[in-house]
């Protein structure tokens, strides 16, 4: 037990290390920058803090956030991340600078925890600490990871192997299959705990995992049912009734506001023409982003006949795959657990090809037609989340049968290593890190609600992190839901100042406009400082930075 122990302090301390210098400069200027661009990294920043204080300023109105103004559940509109809350509500405050150091810290954490979490999966099916390792450092740092570096709820899936390798535990299933001898309560229990931890996280990834918990939890009942129906456990029964209650309540409950959100907003449900243009290739499988250090610039003309590369380069690796066949042909693994995890490649890729597999009609149109929560998903790559798994399950299999048959010693463990080290080269990469615009001078004598000018998708991503340095109410707002409603009134403020602008705002609620010439270039508000206001119900003044308040008479 003590080096078990030992064992998993030094992979959570490794891996942190590892992270840390695999995502570098990301903690070199946390306060001022972040990862990969400042588009979806910004809205995650506040998405990572307002649960925090969501939930202590109004709990029982959490959903009913500060962004969005007034739309209800505006919580919902992205991947909620609320199981970060914790971390916001201990080192919470801080301002602006806070909130981005808090979501730096988290992007490094997400990938020691993946790596982390697939090393127990691996190590708990029967592999060695190399062949771990591998699994650990593929699951973390496939190349297709590094496109996805602006997505923190895309990144945070470390919980999804490791609630599979505490469940695994509990039920007593090893590399050997199942021992009723083996059956631990406790570890049931945690495992479902951290599945519906992952929840929290966000449907994008824990929708996946609820149903691959309810396809295993099937043919676990069939594999029981072909073995004549032996008796099982008391305790086993007891532990997965009281776990699967607890993940079941944490989903349903989280279910609730993004189905009301969907009822609100029809034009978040994903039809088969946006699945489609997302769809990718099976070639994409074999190419790289164009962050990847190692393949990025050699695959720049596979890329190029991608019509969406951010969604469809989803290369796991290529040691990777030669190792997972090696471990398919030879692991250190019984047959048919070798065979199962590569019909769950295949099954995973299948699924992940969307409409590109015969128009999507026998795989990924039916589970949206059928499947409560799948028809907000329009980006099926995603899948190669768990086709990275498997193979690195199966790498990890081909590891550890080279491993046992070699003599024991510490030269040969040692050479063991550059397989792991091999893996997480070919998922180094050369990710931006650009400054986050600077929060305007103008913000900090805002009254909500609010409207910040210019406003759009890109714009309005800034203004949500702004937004966390007093949290006011603001009707701008950026997510993967784009309301009907922010652009009907994008479109009727096009003019601001005008009489008509006014008067929709003032109708609306909104106290205050806040302009930033410097932002506006290029928009419909380039150059509204030098519109007229003589005879509006508003006043303005001018501040230091050359912004513009506007506020509204009520």
């Known amino acids: 037990m003590r080096s078990i122990r030992r064992e998993a302090v030094t992979v959570c301390l490794g891996g942190t290390l590892l992270a840390a210098l695999m995502t570098w400069p990301t903690l070199r200027h946390p306060a001022s920058t972040v990862p990969n661009d400042i588009y979806d990294p910004l809205a995650e920043v506040w998405i990572a803090s307002y649960g925090g204080h969501g939930l202590l300023t109004a709990p029982l109105h959490l959903f009913d956030s500060n962004t969005f103004w007034p739309l209800a559940d505006s919580y919902a509109f992205n991947d909620t ?43 708990q099916l029967g592999s060695r600490p190399a062949g771990a390792m591998v699994a650990g450092a593929a699951f973390a740092y496939a190349p297709w990871r590094l496109a996805h570096d602006g ?24 590399r050997q299959g199942y021992a009723a001898d083996r059956v631990r309560p406790r570890w049931i229990v945690g495992g479902w705990l951290v599945a519906a931890w992952q929840v929290t996280l966000g449907f994008s990834l824990g929708l996946s995992l609820a149903y691959l918990l309810l396809l ?70 074999l190419v790289a982003p164009e962050q990847s250090r190692v393949w990025g610039a050699a695959q720049a003309a596979s890329r190029a006949h ?3 590369p951010g969604e469809m380069a989803l290369l796991p690796g290529f040691m990777l795959m030669i190792l997972a066949v090696a471990g398919l042909l030879a692991g250190a693994a019984p047959l048919r657990h070798r065979v199962g995890l590569w019909v769950a490649t295949v099954a995973s890729v299948l699924l992940g090809l969307g409409t590109t597999l015969a128009g999507g009609r026998y795989t990924i149109l039916p589970m949206q037609a ?20 498997a193979l690195g399950l199966l790498a990890a299999y081909a590891v550890t049968a080279v491993q046992e048959r070699l003599p024991d010693g510490g030269r040969w463990a040692a050479l063991m290593l550059v397989f792991p080290l091999i893996v997480t080269v070919e998922g180094v990469g050369h990710v931006a890190h650009p400054t986050v615009p600077p ?72 106290r205050t406009v806040v302009l930033l010439p410097g932002y506006a270039e290029g928009s419909p508000w380039q150059g509204a400082e030098n519109r007229p206001v003589t005879g509006l119900p508003l006043t303005r ?8 308040v506007y506020v509204l008479d009520h």
Do not use: C, K
């Open 541 to 548: 003044r001018q501040v230091s930075g050359g912004d513009w």
């Open 306 to 308: 991608l019509r969406w």
């Open 216 to 285: 295993v939890g099937l043919l676990a009942a069939a594999g029981w049912l072909l073995a004549r129906r032996p008796a099982l456990p008391r305790r086993l029964l007891g532990a997965d009734a009281v776990g699967g209650l607890a993940f079941t309540a944490v989903a349903g409950l989280l279910a609730i506001p993004y189905l009301r959100v969907v009822a609100a907003h029809p034009e978040g449900r994903r039809g088969a023409a946006e699945v489609a243009l997302f769809s990718p290739p099976l070639s994409g499988y």
């Open 151 to 174: 997505q923190l709820n895309i990144l945070s899936s470390g919980a999804i192997p490791l609630a599979l390798a505490m469940l695994a535990r509990g039920h007593g299933f090893g």
């Open 370 to 389: 059928h499947l409560p929560g799948w028809a907000s998903d329009r980006t099926t790559g995603r899948l190669v989340l768990f086709t990275t798994l």
């Open 439 to 510: 929060f305007p001078a103008a913000l900090r004598e805002v009254q909500g609600p609010a409207l910040v000018l210019p406003s759009d998708g890109f714009h309005d991503a800034a203004v949500m992190t702004w937004s966390t340095w007093s949290w006011p109410d603001v009707v701008n707002g950026s997510s993967s839901l784009a309301p009907r409603q922010i652009g009907a009134l994008r479109q009727r403020v096009a003019g601001f100042p005008d009489a008509a602008s006014v008067s929709y705002l003032r109708g609306l609620g909104v």
């Open 81 to 123: 991340l609320l199981g970060y809350a914790p971390l916001t509500v201990l080192f919470g405050g801080g301002g602006m600078a806070g909130a981005l150091v808090r979501y730096n810290v988290l992007f490094v954490l997400a990938h020691a925890l993946a790596f982390a979490g697939a090393y127990a999966l691996a190590r």
